[in-house]
């Protein structure tokens, strides 16, 4: 790899993913040497910065400690995860195998490689169950509703644990149902990529449930940024990161139209088990914290959305 400008090394797990990418392609920017840990499950090898330097392979594989003494790195951004609620429901073994023996290996790397910080993607959009105040704030009772929403859950206990064992720095970041360009239209997450390749190759929308339920949809750039800004920030905290506003899948829906000129009805089919009804999460404690708060609208973020969805196509 080459030498960096600012003489660090930040290693991105789920770096070849939607959201990882995205922060691979800042770290770059802001002149960090930029390994990526990703087993390419759900990650495309066309996501990756070309300064990026690839090691294939899963959090649970062996070779994680290895790979660890070989790129040294200062930084740890950790966003690979198994992310789908209805998977987790349906697996829920499988997905604490990923998100929570996974994060445990690599914890044991970041101790073993005198890591300087690690940064954990977790989820509010599944942490705290049915919120009984909206939005949502840090402070709010932990009562996830899946599998998925504890793996991670449990995933931030063992950090804090590593903090209180070893003085492992930290900063736990809690995603609100993040969208935006390179996000993954076959998985069963990330209902905005879903709608928008459907409606792009004129195929019919499902929508589960009444379509009335709230989400807190945060653009995965800001998402990104708040990854950065919590490089200096942040230490020994979680914080919320969304917009505070709850939008309704038929909304997205509605907007998503607009962009496309999608003309046919959506679907109704009966809701997942495990999805929370409504949520949003508030941001204050980000934005006196880490300095971060969401800049782009969720039309906005649609309109990028989709211009990334029809030039793919193309």
């Not at 939607?18 to 770059?28: A, E, K, N, P, W």
């Not at 609208?297 to 793919?312: A, D, M, Q």
Request: glycine share 12%.
């Amino acid at each position: 790899m080459p030498t960096p400008t600012n003489g660090k090394t930040a290693l991105v797990t789920g770096g070849a993913g939607f959201i990882g990418s995205h922060v691979v392609d800042r770290l770059v920017a802001l002149g960090y040497r930029v390994a990526v840990l990703d087993n390419l499950s759900t990650g495309r090898t066309q996501n990756l910065h070309p300064a990026a330097a690839l090691h294939v392979a899963d959090v649970n594989d062996p070779s994680i400690p290895e790979i660890f003494q070989q790129v040294k790195p200062n930084l740890v951004f950790h966003l690979a995860a198994q992310i789908s609620v209805s998977a987790s429901v349906r697996e829920p073994i499988a997905d604490g195998q990923t998100n929570v023996l996974g994060m445990l290996r690599v914890l044991e790397a970041v101790k073993a490689c005198g890591v300087e910080k690690i940064i954990y993607s977790s989820t509010g959009g599944a942490l705290y169950g049915e919120p009984q105040t909206h939005p949502c704030s840090e402070e709010h009772p932990i009562a996830p509703l899946s599998p998925y929403g504890l793996s991670k859950y449990l995933a931030e206990l063992y950090i804090l644990l590593y903090y209180r064992l070893h003085g492992l720095d930290y900063t736990i970041l809690r995603y609100g149902n993040v969208y935006g360009p390179r996000q993954d239209p076959h998985g069963e997450a990330g209902v905005v990529a879903i709608f928008t390749q459907a409606m792009l190759e004129g195929r019919g929308v499902k929508i589960f449930g009444d379509g009335f339920q709230e989400r807190d949809f945060v653009y995965v750039g800001d998402v990104a940024e708040a990854n950065i800004q919590a490089i200096g920030k942040g230490t020994g905290g979680a914080y919320n990161i969304g917009t505070g506003h709850g939008s309704t899948v038929n909304q997205v829906f509605q907007l998503l139209q607009q962009c496309t000129g999608y003309q046919e009805a959506a679907e109704y089919t009966p809701p997942r088990p495990g999805d929370v009804y409504r949520i949003s999460l508030s941001h204050r404690k980000a934005a006196a914290e880490l300095g971060w708060q969401p800049q782009v609208s969720l039309e906005e973020g649609l309109r990028h959305t989709v211009e990334y969805f029809r030039n793919r196509r193309g």
